[in-house]
């Protein structure tokens, strides 16, 4: 908590309060590297792109990995999963996790691929985004799907924190996931 407060200030308390009910299952420490800064373009891009009449699904991916005590996904982690090659990557490899998820992954990708549409049978339904809606699918040890979940989050974070872009973001490694 204490690091928290120091970097959002008087938003600190209500931002880890918000944090862990969007992500009950998650270590508040992962809100100090909150993707905002990929996050909240896409959701907008979700939102414009239904609006037009686009078919348009959404998803996060938010394994932690056991390495540095539970290091949360970083922008691009889950390209050995899409790609399913996760055993030339070793910090990727959870035993009895990697393999089930690297396959609900690349499965998704290969029937949306082939059919415009990534539902198969090793993943929950996984409904067309709309512009009031946002399917998300949560790729991670149990996949789900959740609607409009961290819409509230980012709203605080971005209130917080109103300046944080990608251009501006110091090099630490508690500052961005890529």
Request: net charge negative.
């Amino acid at each position: 908590m204490k690091r928290i407060k120091a970097r959002f200030g008087d938003r600190g308390e209500e931002l880890a309060e918000v944090f862990q009910e969007t992500y009950p299952e998650k270590n508040l420490a992962d809100l100090l590297t909150l993707d905002t800064v990929f996050r909240c373009p896409t959701k907008k891009f979700i939102k414009e792109f239904a609006k037009s009449g686009g078919k348009i699904y959404s998803y996060l991916f938010t394994l932690e990995f056991p390495y540095q005590h539970g290091k949360t996904a970083w922008h691009c982690s889950d390209i050995p999963f899409v790609f399913h090659n996760t055993e030339l990557v070793p910090v990727t490899n959870i035993p009895e996790i990697s393999d089930k998820l690297e396959k609900q992954m690349f499965d998704a990708v290969i029937h949306f691929a082939e059919t415009g549409n990534p539902n198969h049978s090793g993943i929950p339904q996984w409904p067309v985004s709309t512009e009031e809606r946002e399917a998300t699918m949560i790729f991670d040890r149990v996949c789900t799907v959740r609607f409009n979940f961290d819409d509230y989050l980012l709203e605080l974070h971005k209130k917080a924190l109103p300046n944080l872009t990608l251009a501006n973001i110091e090099q630490e490694d508690d500052q961005i996931q890529h």
